[in-house]
């Protein structure tokens, strides 16, 4: 017989309410048969709610939260145009990332809360779509090249755009933690227990990291134009002004 004297379940919480919203709008991506405008919608809805999350956790949510982690399949071994991003997702998301590599192939995993591993699925697949859109534009702008100098420059965009991705989601991470510490009180002490939370859980996971150490960045013409076409791709609210046809950019 249930204690009637006992605490309510929490299960239907605000913080329940916001996270399981933040789960559905990220998987209503062009991929899985979204139209691009529904898409866009998707990402500014998720950009809002992630903000109430951080203003709705407490400190005994991040305490009683387990750690998951989301493993994202890579195609092939080699080096993705992504690649030089996923350090900065993993920061903005509050995750750990690593490369994995087995029989069954390479795949990335981020490691952390699950709504924060989530959005960081959401925004690699999101960010390599963008870079995917953005290179095919810029060789068609590129048609005196050919050869091997179509594949020195094509490695130059992407590097470019990769690093100008970085340096936003960089930017965006340090101001969203200034934010909700500027909303609510001790909001940087709850950042830190949260880190010490995902911290403590990947230690127990016995899991080593090691770099991968940086790559020699050519920055040329055609990284210049990487770094413009990463300027350009809209990671918080959708395009406007195309009467609602635009690209996930």
């Known amino acids: 017989m249930p204690d009637p004297f006992a605490a ?12 399981a919203r933040i789960r559905a709008m990220a998987e209503r991506t062009v991929s899985n048969g979204c139209t691009e405008a529904e898409a866009m919608a998707a990402a500014e809805m998720v950009g809002r709610l992630l ?60 490691f952390g809360f699950d709504t924060d591993t989530v959005l960081a699925g959401w925004l690699f697949q999101v960010i390599s779509r963008a870079m995917a859109v953005e290179l095919d534009a810029f060789r068609q702008r590129s048609p005196q090249l050919r050869g091997v100098r179509l594949r020195q420059a094509s490695t130059s965009f992407q590097q470019g755009m990769a690093a100008r991705l970085a340096e936003r989601l960089e930017t965006m991470h340090a101001a969203r933690e200034a934010g909700v510490a500027a909303q609510r009180q001790a909001g940087t002490a709850l950042f830190l227990v949260k880190h010490r939370v995902v911290d403590d859980a990947f230690r127990e996971t ?44």
Do not use: H
């Not at 210049?224 to 609602?244: H, I, S």
């Open 206 to 249: 016995g899991t080593r990291l090691v770099s991968g150490g940086r790559r020699q960045l050519r920055q040329d013409g055609a990284f210049r134009q990487g770094e413009a076409a990463g300027e350009r791709v809209n990671l918080n609210r959708p395009v406007t002004g195309d009467g609602g046809g635009g690209r996930l950019t």
């Open 8 to 19: 309510p379940p929490r299960q239907d919480t605000e913080l329940d309410r916001v996270k």
């Open 51 to 110: 903000e109430r999350y951080a203003l709705t956790m407490e400190e005994i949510d991040l305490r009683e939260s387990q750690c998951v982690q989301v493993e994202i399949p890579l195609p092939g071994r080699q080096r993705r145009p992504v690649d030089g991003c996923v350090p900065a997702i993993a920061r903005f998301c509050d995750c750990k990332v690593w490369l994995a590599r087995d029989e069954a192939g390479s795949r990335y995993i981020f």
